[in-house]
């Protein structure tokens, strides 16, 4: 049941900020804390993941860009 909560927090996470983060593919890989943490503090800890990749992708540092593969 852990995975199953963790995965529907991600996806309705991202659903909220996916207009904000640009047309990107995520891949999330919780670690086995995340099982034992409540969903507010998993919620938190995706908002500071969200707020971590808008800064990469606005200075220009996202990972596997084409346009910036050199």
């Not at 049941?1 to 999330?28: K, P, Q, V, W, Y």
């Not at 503090?41 to 200075?59: C, G, I, P, T």
Request: aromatic share 4%; hydrophobic share 40%.
């Amino acid at each position: 049941m852990g995975r199953n909560r963790i995965r529907r927090l991600a996806r309705e996470s991202f659903r909220h900020e996916c207009r904000t983060l640009g047309g990107i593919d995520i891949i999330i890989m919780a670690r086995a804390a995340a099982e034992a943490a409540s969903n507010a503090d998993l919620y938190a800890s995706l908002e500071q993941h969200w707020d971590r990749v808008r800064k990469a992708e606005s200075a220009g540092l996202r990972r596997g860009n084409k346009d910036n593969d050199a």
